[in-house]
């Protein structure tokens, strides 16, 4: 029995790197992909061999700006019922999150996805409803599907929805951090494919290998990182087959394409990243929140919302700090009571972290 | 190497939040046991009795595929020749190790 799981078989694999003998920092940009390094112990075991792996800005909740958490806060607060995924309404913002607002009696609900969204707009008429649409190009394609298919008018959404290979291409050109290999996330390469992240190999030489979520995933992506350097080659390398194809999904691509257009945005611990969002095109206006409520936005419309304070999440999604090394960690930031967004999600780094070094 | 394996992640906690909690971006493996009338919807079982209606607009599936759903919608299918290919990738490359 040969399962991606095998723990044999990943032994062989790191045997295998370790006779390498190699110093190399690798990043990845997907929570899950951390999950499987910490809870497998992958993390340890492959800085062993000489080889690094950390967590850049891949977890869509804890990149989504503190001014976005403000704009969904105002909104619950004027009445709207405000619709959005369950890491998202426990992530602070200046004064409360929405978790807070609704034990004051605020209309929070908590859904699976937009689709819950625009049921609860249906069945709420005389009300309106605000789904906080926050994800990269995995959850885009949702929210695409479910404007295309005309949802009532009282349903509108917080557009958060980001790319991430804009967000790649900004970390490598603030080159505050050393990068031998990137790992690229398998959920939101089943949309995209391969072709998107091309450019980084051949424009900034860097080798890419898009991996699954088994720890014989990873470490197979790891080894195929290491292959690419032994060799001196930089390519995209799918180790993800079973569900990554190099044309992604033509399906997905279609609807985003069709309610989305390119746009630059600012992600927390970064400044604005060119190409980066994902912008409602002119004929899904009337469910763009931003401008449905303008009026009611207007008061924090300049505002300039600050990180909490001490809080590093900025530093640790570009890669440069290590949870552990926050003063916060696991002091005045822990899952129960979290400063910064990345201790929220549990698939923010910290929140891993902490879930298991306990 | 059965599939089914493949997919149930052995209700590891971020499994079994992503079913009973809606948290977001992860993806989970299931298996589509029914379609609805319209076919945009299927009745998705993820083992040991956990079924949820997924979106199926996005994907190509057909009862008894197993698909990889996100906040609601399956996004792809998996492929099960391309799992054992995989697997026997792995199998090449430890080999060429004990030639070496």
């Known amino acids: 029995m040969f399962s991606f799981k095998d723990k044999q078989i990943a032994n062989e694999i790191v045997t295998k790197i370790e006779k390498l003998d190699v110093k190399l920092k690798f990043m990845h940009v997907c929570g899950t992909h951390q999950d499987t390094l910490v809870k497998h112990g992958l993390d340890v075991l492959l800085r062993k061999c000489g080889i690094e792996i950390g967590q850049g800005p891949g977890c869509p909740v804890c990149v989504t700006t503190p001014k976005e958490i403000e704009e969904i806060l105002l909104l619950a607060k004027k009445n709207k019922i405000v619709a959005t995924f369950g890491d998202m309404i426990r992530v602070p913002g200046e004064t409360e999150s929405l978790q807070n607002m609704r034990t004051e009696g605020y209309d929070v609900r908590i859904v699976y996805g937009i689709e819950d969204a625009v049921s609860i707009a249906e069945k709420n008429k005389g009300k309106d409803v605000v789904f906080m649409a926050v994800g990269f190009e995995t959850t885009a394609p949702t929210t695409a599907s479910v404007l295309l298919k005309n949802p009532p008018d009282n349903f509108s959404i917080i557009n958060c929805h980001r790319t991430i290979p804009p967000a790649l291409k900004a970390i490598l050109d603030m080159g505050e951090i050393k990068i031998d290999g990137l790992i690229e996330p398998g959920h939101v390469s089943t949309i995209i494919g391969t072709k998107p992240y091309e450019f980084i190999s051949s424009d900034y030489g860097v080798p890419q290998v898009v991996a699954g979520f088994e720890p014989l995933d990873m470490l197979m992506g790891v080894w195929m990182l290491v292959e690419q350097i032994k060799n001196e080659e930089a390519t995209v390398k799918n180790e993800y087959t079973r569900v990554v194809h190099m044309e992604g999904n033509i399906k997905a691509k279609k609807a985003m394409e069709e309610v989305f257009k390119e746009g630059d945005k600012k992600w927390r611990g970064f400044p604005v990243i060119p190409k980066s969002s994902l912008e409602l095109r002119k004929g899904f206006k009337d469910y763009d929140a931003r401008k449905k409520y303008e009026d009611e936005l207007e008061e924090i419309k300049d505002k300039e919302f600050k990180e909490p304070e001490g809080c590093r999440c900025g530093e640790l999604l570009r890669g440069l700090l290590p949870p552990q090394e926050c003063p916060l960690f696991g002091t005045r930031c822990t899952p129960d009571n979290p400063v910064g967004p990345c201790m929220v999600s549990i698939e923010g780094s910290c929140n891993i972290e902490y879930r298991y070094s306990k | ?100």
């Open chain 2, 1 to 100: 190497m059965d599939l089914k394996l493949l997919c149930h992640l052995e209700h590891n906690f971020i499994t079994y939040k992503a079913i009973i909690t809606p948290y977001m971006c992860l993806a989970i493996p299931g298996k589509i046991i029914e379609f609805d009338k319209k076919k945009e919807h299927a009745t998705v079982d993820y083992g040991d009795g956990t079924k949820r209606k997924a979106n199926v607009t996005l994907v190509n599936a057909k009862v008894g595929d197993y698909v990889l759903v996100h906040a609601g919608f399956a996004i792809q299918v998996l492929d099960e020749k391309e799992a054992h290919e995989t697997l026997d990738l792995f199998r090449e490359m430890l080999s060429m190790e004990e030639e070496n």
